[in-house]
């Protein structure tokens, strides 16, 4: 058995679905998985006074909220402040750059905790962090001179999204039996939580009876509904020494995972390192049911993303010389 990656492009409509939010049908799904998409999102990315003088203090503000369906703990998210007229070490530069003023001493803040999303069973709100640069406006403007500079907010962070759900196995007689009856084989059914890249499984065909041909193919889709980046995990350090992506190994990889379930063989087939290309992945394998029911029975399977991912913001200010 071997497995194969297929590339596929999502139409723009489904897209948008996930970023709606919400359940979603998917035509390609005979068995549709419940998504809602979500992550770590930057609600508000704003400087207090979008029109200023040279040589004076500004508040530039990001707030950041967990809207997905898993934590992302505390040392795993990096806030990153860049810009047109911004040094990373905030050096003046002859007075054309922005500097730091006050306790801002770096581009770049941790979240100092653990962002949790909202908790339905207790009804505990989603973690949100607040992070602020306090600066200084560049102080060579010549009077009568603006300019209009561009602050750029991103955000870096580790995510998982993980799908769970049960897949029915008949034995022929007893689906004969059944269809004979009148009666509906029960369906498999699928469950993710939210994040910005979207996990889709399938098994094909939808029923799976076990006679001659103990094969079926299960398949995983992954797609990128957030509205960033996708990176490999390990690719970045959250304590801000080093957040450059290589292209070729870390850029659009994601790790897919799938558990290991008794009375298969070839599910481990599509766990791997994935490429996702134009935001999307196809993964096939080949599932040999080897543990046959004598009538029916429901066999579960989990099956998890592990991604990093950025998103970014941007907000302008104009700078006048006085």
Known sequence: MKKEILLATLAIIFIAGCIQGGPISIPWITSPTVFAGGGLVVEEF????????????????????????SSVPDGSALAVLQGSALRSDFSPDGGLYWTERGTTTTTHQTMGKDMDPYDPVRDVPADEKTVNWYLTSPTAIDPGISRTDVFIGRLYYDYTTTVTGNVWIYDEAEADAAKAAGRSLNQNSFTSTGGPVALYVTVKPTNVIVDGDQTFTLQIKASSVGGGTVYLQGAVAYDGTDYEIDAETQLNWIDIDVSDVPGWSGEEDCADTFELTKGEATITCDVTVTSIPSTFRSDQIKVTADYGYWVERTASVTVSGK
């Open 46 to 69: 704003s400087i207090d006074n979008t029109e200023v003088y040279n040589n004076r203090s500004a508040k530039i503000t990001m707030t950041i909220i967990n809207k997905g369906g």
